[in-house]
Nanobody, 126 residues
Framework: VQLQASGGGLVQPGGSLGLSCAAS????????MGWFRQAPGREREFVAA???????RYADSVKGRFTISRDNAKKTVYLQMNSLKPEDTAAYYC?????????????????????WGQGTLVTVSS
């Protein structure tokens, strides 16, 4: 599976931005898909994830502001980010969990994701 993230950029505080992650491979619909982010000098952290059933999970820091969705026909996962804050500035990575159907719940652990896209940079600044 290859993942290609896009959509990053510069946005003012309070603004919105949408990220996309296009995947290759025939089994996309079975995978759990997640977004993680990493700010300079900080560890990578979980942002949001969505599994095959459409169930979602969010980090507390983005709950109510970010929305993850997927289009299995297009093999694409999206992250809509609203009410952005300077602390949302980071490189955002999409990832695929090939074992998500075997798990209880939705993983927010980066080591449980098998495939990673390149990062796309989001900068929230005035």
């Amino acid at each position: 599976v290859q993942l290609q993230a896009s959509g990053g950029g510069l946005v003012q505080p309070g603004g919105s931005l949408g990220l996309s992650c296009a995947a290759s491979g025939r089994t996309f619909s079975r995978y759990g898909m997640g977004w993680f982010r990493q700010a300079p000098g900080r560890e990578r952290e979980f942002v949001a994830a969505i599994i095959w059933s459409g169930d979602t999970r969010y980090a507390d820091s983005v709950k109510g502001r970010f929305t993850i969705s997927r289009d299995n026909a297009k093999k694409t996962v999206y992250l809509q980010m609203n009410s952005l804050k300077p602390e949302d500035t980071a490189a955002y990575y999409c990832a695929a969990d090939s074992k998500s159907r075997l798990r209880f719940g939705i993983s927010g652990i980066s080591s449980e994701y098998d495939y990673w896209g390149q990062g796309t940079l989001v900068t929230v600044s005035s």
